[in-house]
């Protein structure tokens, strides 16, 4: 890697492959990298890693591991093609790839960045679809918890410069956004990332939410199967009826809608009202109906 015509104040650890055990050893244990900061802050997407799961990810405890999905898959792809597309836009300084970098009086603080341009940190995504959180280009319309990755890396490197987010939007639309550095923030992101991992040294639990990410996590923490009777608290036994019977009752009116839906599309991919999406139907090659999904 050709050093940088800048010096940064965070301290560079190397450079990993990712899903690599020196990757996964650098990332692990009491620190909170730029891609956990959002979990952190419970702003994560609901399918991405949320901080039940980080925190018992950070104890040492089972979560599930890391599967890659077409949306990883394609990003990654495409991460070379947007890199390409935003160094011929900038070709002022080279666009260098980088390493995994620590705070240098903060060393549970780490970051990845995607690149580096000057003193300049380029983030690089992909996205599915315009889903309204890309703001247009040249704009700071960024999803948050994209936002909260950037902050986290400038603050860990000490580079305060205006960051650059490029992103490739549908396989066609190419966008490039920025991020300002806000000390504000940032603080806040800290003492966030302090609290969390004072609660994991000291074994206290997030709360339980409503989230699938959660209940997996609890799914893998039993070490061995008792054939035993366990007596629970009232309150905890009377959510868990209430809940299954409403389950059960949505679960029966939402088949039902989404019959109707079907039918009201009859050879249409696409169930739109009053010029909103409201679902979309994924066929098989023989045009039958293989599911049908809510808008996003």
């Known amino acids: 890697m050709t050093a940088p015509a800048f010096v940064p104040t965070g301290v560079l650890l190397g450079t990993f492959t990712p899903g690599s055990p020196e990757w996964e050893e650098v990332r692990g244990g009491l620190c909170i990298t730029a891609t956990e900061i959002a979990a952190v802050l419970n702003l994560n997407p609901s399918t991405w890693t949320n901080r039940y799961e980080l925190w018992h990810k950070k104890a040492g405890l089972p979560v599930a591991p890391f599967e890659p999905n077409p949306f990883t898959k394609w990003g990654v792809r495409f991460e070379d093609d947007v890199a390409e597309e935003y160094a011929e836009r900038h070709p002022e300084h080279p666009l260098l790839e980088t390493g995994t970098w620590q705070h240098a009086e903060r ?3 780490r970051a990845t960045p995607d690149r580096l341009h000057g003193s300049r940190i380029v983030e690089i995504k992909t996205s599915p679809f315009d889903d309204g959180e890309w703001g247009p280009d040249g704009s700071d319309q960024v999803p948050l918890h994209y936002r909260c990755q950037v902050i986290w890396q400038q603050d860990t490197l000490g580079l305060r410069e205006r960051a650059h987010v490029a992103v490739l939007i549908s396989g066609w639309d190419y966008r490039e956004l920025y991020v300002d550095y806000d000390e504000a923030d940032a603080l806040l992101m800290r003492e966030a990332a302090q ?11 997030p709360d339980i939410d409503d989230s699938d ?3 997996d996590t609890l799914r893998r923490q039993p070490d061995r199967y008792d054939r035993e009777d366990v007596e629970i608290p009232g ?3 009377e959510q868990y009826e209430k809940a299954g019977a409403h389950y059960r009752a949505a679960d029966a009116a939402y088949t039902k809608a989404k019959s109707h839906v079907l039918a009201a599309l009859g050879t249409g991919r696409n169930a739109v009202h009053l010029g909103r999406r409201i679902a979309y139907r994924v066929a098989n090659d023989d045009g039958t109906t293989r599911s049908l999904h809510p808008a996003r």
């Open 107 to 109: 060393p549970w603080q």
């Open 195 to 205: 609290t969390f991992l004072h609660d994991v040294r000291h074994g206290v639990r």
């Open 213 to 215: 990410r959660t209940y």
């Open 235 to 237: 309150p905890v036994a």
